[in-house]
């Protein structure tokens, strides 16, 4: 398998469905990536380069679009029912307020309010995530508020052979995706398979293996949890770590197993916590594993507040995986 990073990952999966579905067609802001730049069409190849190519290519299946969030995805939406499968880029998840109405009122509804007459296969792929000093208009995390909507899947890879299959699967499914990509996990390399290759979604992955404690992470936080178990490792401590990959839908069955075998409970998300991901995988356990904890779960997450901008305040609003490990090991000693 090759190896490549998890932003040229994406860049692959593109070219590829690209030239094997010609309704495939890829819209956003600078996707051409340079055009009126000093390079020309494809100095850049996109602001996160996940684009690279694909004009010279596929020419007027790339389609730069004004600074308009809500006209992309809008757009994306009418393609999608005229028989093309659309790939939208939002540069920032933090601009997907000016966008909801397209999600939140059409993209998710149509299959429904059509009775099943019509699909609406659009892919929206967006940027999330703080760790890069960006902001707090750029770096927040809005896979919960997404998560919450009926209508639309949600995906969130954290290894590039997971980011091509799962973008794969969202290409050629016929519902609306929303593909979120964390910022900081772009130049992580990894394996990734050559030729087809699709996952399925609600499946999660098991990162690691332990009879102590489950814990229960998606996107950017994927790392640090195996930071925290490793730190655990050192003290005889031994986890589940489940990347959930994608969290609408989720993989239920993956977590309930796992806290039946291990009792304990730590979910780790990167969203603020009120009304968060990991609010909603601990009433799910409680109400469906209940008889199986040990201790109460513990719930790590940023403080309810935005992202700051100051290098050291971000990082003390990240979860750590110091923070982690302590959760970790409060539920181990729960009496």
């Not at 093309?84 to 966008?99: H, L, S, Y």
């Not at 700051?308 to 990240?318: H, N, S, V």
Request: charged content about 20%; hydrophobic content about 45%.
């Amino acid at each position: 398998m090759a190896q490549m990073m998890l932003r040229e990952a994406i860049v692959q999966t593109l070219h590829e469905e690209m030239a094997r579905d010609e309704n495939v067609v890829v819209l956003g802001e600078d996707v051409v990536g340079g055009m009126g730049t000093p390079g020309g069409p494809e100095a850049i190849g996109g602001i996160w380069s996940t684009s690279t190519g694909l004009w010279g290519k596929f020419g007027d299946r790339v389609i730069d679009t004004p600074i308009s969030e809500s006209a992309i995805v809008g757009a994306a939406a009418g393609l999608a029912l005229s028989g093309k499968r659309p790939v939208a880029e939002i540069m920032f998840a933090d601009f997907i307020g000016v966008c909801l109405d397209q999600i939140w009122n059409q993209l998710a509804k149509f299959r429904y309010m059509f009775g099943g007459k019509t699909v609406c296969p659009a892919v929206i792929r967006m940027a999330y995530g703080a760790g890069l000093n960006a902001g707090p208009q750029h770096s927040q995390s809005a896979y919960s508020l997404l998560t919450a909507i009926p209508g639309i899947k949600v995906v969130m890879p954290t290894t590039p052979a997971d980011a091509k299959g799962l973008l794969t699967s969202a290409i050629r499914g016929d519902d609306p995706v929303i593909f979120m990509e964390h910022k900081a996990l772009y130049g992580v390399r990894g394996e990734v398979p050559e030729g087809d290759h699709l996952l399925p979604f609600g499946h999660a992955r098991l990162v690691r293996a332990g009879e102590h404690a489950t814990i229960v992470t998606c996107g950017f936080m994927v790392s640090f949890c195996e930071q925290a178990a490793d730190m655990l490792a050192q003290e005889g401590i031994a986890c589940d770590v489940i990347d959930l990959r994608t969290t609408s839908p989720i993989d239920e069955e993956a977590i309930l197993d796992s806290v039946e075998a291990t009792g304990r409970l730590v979910v780790v998300d990167e969203s603020p916590p009120r009304c968060s991901l990991a609010a909603d995988v601990a009433a799910m356990v409680c109400n469906k594993a209940f008889a199986s904890l040990k201790a109460p779960p513990e719930l790590v997450t940023p403080p309810h507040s935005p992202v700051p901008f100051a290098r050291e305040l971000e990082r003390a609003y990240l979860p750590q995986p110091s923070v982690i490990a302590d959760a970790v090991r409060k539920t181990l000693a729960y009496r």
